[in-house]
């Protein structure tokens, strides 16, 4: 029997019961700033340091001890197993809980907090610690400066071109823990809905805006994700 093709988009809301705040949480700002004044290139330009302090502390909050994969992100790696490349899962979270839960195929369109890229070659390494404008690639000679591994606004999400063609190729999308606020990720429900694709939403809130999903399941996502994920898993997918 032919498994159907699942693509599932993650947003800040399926790492909030694993204490990282979604950016609605603090209505959008840290520190004072809005984060759409801190997440940008300008930022990172006229004022490098506090956009490095910005993503070197949340580089930091997410390896305390506290900070585990909760059961919504553990149900997603159990799909994966199930889906194999039939699952394509999408996440805006720059975040690694996903993969510490276990899935090992992750688009992260946003970037990742846990990798640092360097601003001459692009080439990007993994990066646990804290850096700044006077910590140096190992790629260039005379050696460049790193900046976070993050897709800011104004800048182009990455795996465009193969998520488009996993939503528009599959029989279920599924959006978890995503306000629909920010494109191109916010467009991706309507894209399904348009190309005949049966769209679900899991979040914490009711039906907030989303004129294009079939169903809606409310609740946190450490109750839903798992509940939703097993019912899949047990109709074959
Ligand atoms: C692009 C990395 C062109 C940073 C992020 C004007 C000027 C300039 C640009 C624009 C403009 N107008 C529109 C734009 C485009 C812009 C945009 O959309 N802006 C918004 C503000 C209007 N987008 C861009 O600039 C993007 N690039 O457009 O390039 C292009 C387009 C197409 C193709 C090629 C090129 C780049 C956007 C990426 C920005 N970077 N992240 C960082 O993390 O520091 S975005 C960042 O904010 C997150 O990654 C995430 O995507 C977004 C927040 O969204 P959510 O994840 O949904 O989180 P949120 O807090 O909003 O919602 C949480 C949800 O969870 C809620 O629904 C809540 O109910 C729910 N929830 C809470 N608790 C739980 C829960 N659900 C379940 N269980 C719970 N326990």
């Known amino acids: 029997m032919n498994q159907r093709k699942v ?7 399926v790492s909030a019961e694993s204490g990282l705040k979604t950016f609605r949480d603090s209505n959008g700002l840290w520190e004072q700033h809005r984060v759409e004044e801190v997440a940008t290139p300008e930022a990172f330009q006229t004022n490098p340091e506090l956009v490095y302090r910005f ?9 305390e001890p506290d900070v585990q994969p909760n059961a919504a992100h553990q149900a997603l790696a159990r799909l994966e197993q199930h ?13 690694d809980l996903h993969e510490r839960a276990g899935s090992q195929q992750v688009l992260h369109m946003h970037g990742q907090l846990m990798s640092a890229r360097c601003v001459a070659s692009g080439i ?5 610690r804290s850096f700044d404008a006077t910590t140096a690639c190992t790629c260039c000679q005379p050696a460049n400066q790193l900046r976070p591994d993050i897709v800011w606004f104004g800048e182009t ?11 528009t190729q599959a029989d279920l999308f599924i959006a978890i823990g995503t306000s629909g606020q920010v494109y191109p990720a916010a467009g991706f429900a309507q894209l399904a ?5 049966r769209t679900v939403e899991l979040n914490l809130e009711p039906d907030i805006h989303h004129p294009y999903f079939d169903e ?8 839903v994700v798992p509940q939703f994920i097993d019912e899949l898993i047990q109709t074959n997918a």
């Open 83 to 95: 889906l194999g490349s039939n699952l394509t899962l999408v996440t805006q979270n720059v975040d």
């Open 157 to 167: 999400p990455m795996f465009m071109d193969k998520i488009i063609v996993a939503v």
């Open 193 to 197: 809905h348009e190309s005949g694709v």
């Open 124 to 128: 990007r390494r993994p990066f646990t």
């Open 55 to 63: 993503y070197n502390a949340r580089r930091q909050q997410l390896q």
């Open 7 to 13: 693509v599932v988009l993650t947003g800040a809301g």
């Open 216 to 223: 809606h399941r409310q609740g946190p996502a450490g109750q």
